[in-house]
């Protein structure tokens, strides 16, 4: 038999893979769905109101469960192409479709978000990075992943992007000896916090010394070796995760030992500080993973492996949709931090209504997430282009409508981009029927002009000058609407 050549072509698709049923699992889906919901909630909720509601046991969950999900995903992955050797653990086709997933979607946010920061902050390059990037983070931060437009949730990104790197060797070391590579995860997430305890220790708000050193903190704090216990945890579970095995007994005791710690930490504050300063930084780390480890061993026991009902799909589409959603936040949020000064918009003593808000944010988000996800699945490049470009005008675009009706003035260019984006929402799934490549080109391009009017409108002319911006997309909708006219009726029948 003449063996199939490996191909080196790179497709901007996530290739379509039949994958057996002992490596789909709803629980995984399931969990991702419920930890970007709450992802999100920790975003827009102040810790006024986090620290009263003892979200450490409940809510800061979703980034540990992430963790161990990384690694448990990252296994299935291995076991189901069986490579044998790290050249093969480390193959193009690996990488290939880590790029596809995680690396183009990322690239897209960086040119879109960082466009839109710049219109936020008058163009001005030097503006944006005070505003929004420093003082948490400094010129190396930029190489590792953070966004110049930074919005919360960007640490994670970098996070992500090394473990790329590390897995394929940590999956080997797994295989060759599992309890040996678990206790090293948790020594080198160990050695880690020393290395930060000894060498960073304390920091002082102002000091321009503790700010370089609270740059290269946040370098470690957006490493992949700083989590590496719960990425390890996740990876062993890949090769058992029945909670009653002997293999997974040793969770009985480090279970109650990080309850223990987590109860201690959210009611009493306690830390393990050394001369004032921290030896653990934050509340993502070895001592607090075995509690979220522990749940997902439970929901992988207590959950279905397959459910395919009408709301287990729609959750598992939100489950798969997990990353464009994050990236979507990153922006969101960023947009309402660069406005308001920060991104969280329920604080103590809030109005009624902040339910409301919550529940309207993750709609949003969630939804932009799951088209995001959408548009990249489809194999016409031309078309995701133009539907990137629609994604990036739009979303913004409804985030400056909501801020700006507070002063109560409406540019009217965003007004007809919210029109359009109402008319492209009853055309793709009220009528369901898309529009033509062509005709989307000339719609896009209507939709290109009129945000471009919108920056002028708003950098450029006076406010009794915006009749001038009116006469471009005048003609450029005039062009469009012709455009789809002779399109769906021919010349012939027009003019007969």
């Not at 990153?330 to 000064?341: R, T």
């Amino acid at each position: 038999m003449r063996k199939k050549e490996q191909t080196t072509d790179l497709t901007l698709t996530e290739p379509e893979q039949e994958i057996s049923d002992q490596y789909k699992f709803f629980q995984i889906d399931f969990l991702k769905a419920a930890m970007i919901f709450l992802v999100i909630f920790d975003h827009i909720v102040a810790w006024s109101v986090k620290s009263y509601i003892a979200v450490t046991l409940w809510e800061r969950i979703s980034i540990p469960v992430f963790l161990v999900i990384l690694g448990f995903n990252a296994s299935k992955s291995f076991q189901r192409k069986e490579p044998a050797t790290l050249r093969e653990l480390y193959s193009w086709d690996y990488f290939k479709n880590k790029i596809v997933r995680y690396i183009i979607p990322f690239l897209v946010l960086y040119v879109g978000s960082t466009m839109i920061g710049l219109f936020i902050y008058e163009f001005d390059f030097a503006a944006m990075y005070d505003g929004q990037f420093y003082p948490s983070h400094g010129i190396m931060n930029y190489f590792v992943g953070i966004l110049p437009f930074w919005g919360p949730g960007n640490w994670f990104l970098p996070l992500l992007f090394q473990s790329i790197l590390i897995m394929p060797l940590l999956y080997k070391a797994f295989k060759k000896s599992p309890i040996l590579a678990l206790i090293l995860c948790f020594i080198i997430e160990i050695a880690i916090h020393l290395i930060v305890f000894f060498f960073i220790g304390d920091l002082y708000p102002g000091d321009v010394l503790s700010l370089k050193k609270l740059h290269i903190l946040n370098m470690f704090r957006t490493s992949t070796l700083f989590y590496l216990s719960g990425i390890g945890l996740g990876m062993w579970f890949s090769f058992g995760y029945k909670l009653e095995h002997n293999r997974n007994f040793f969770m009985w005791i480090i279970y109650p030992i990080s309850l223990g710690f987590i109860v201690a930490f959210q009611f009493y504050g306690f830390q393990i500080m050394i001369g004032d300063i921290p030896l653990l930084r934050g509340d993502y780390h070895f001592l607090i993973f075995p509690y979220s480890a522990f749940l997902f061993l439970l929901a992988m026991k207590f959950l279905p492996q397959k459910s395919e009902g009408r709301i287990s799909r729609a959750i598992s589409l939100i489950g798969k949709s997990s990353y464009h959603i994050l990236l979507i936040q990153i922006l969101g949020f960023g947009i309402v931090y660069a406005f308001e000064g920060t991104h969280y918009a329920i604080t103590a003593g809030g109005a009624a209504d902040d339910i409301i808000d919550l529940l309207v944010v993750w709609i949003f988000f969630i939804s932009f997430g799951i088209l995001w996800y959408k548009i990249d699945r489809k194999k016409n490049l031309l078309r995701r282009i133009l539907y990137y470009i629609n994604l990036f005008t739009v979303f913004p675009s409804i985030l400056f409508f909501v801020l700006w009706i507070q002063d109560f003035w409406i540019p009217i260019p965003l007004i007809i981009i919210l029109i359009y984006a109402i008319a492209a929402l009853i055309t793709n799934f009220i009528i369901k029927r898309p529009l033509k490549t062509r005709i989307f080109g000339l719609w896009t391009l209507f939709l290109l002009v009129t945000f471009v009017m919108l920056i002028l409108q708003v950098e450029v002319f006076e406010q009794n000058e915006f009749w001038i911006l009116l006469i471009p997309i005048g003609i450029f909708l005039a062009i469009a609407i012709i455009g789809s006219v002779i399109d769906y009726w021919p010349t012939k029948e027009i003019f007969s």
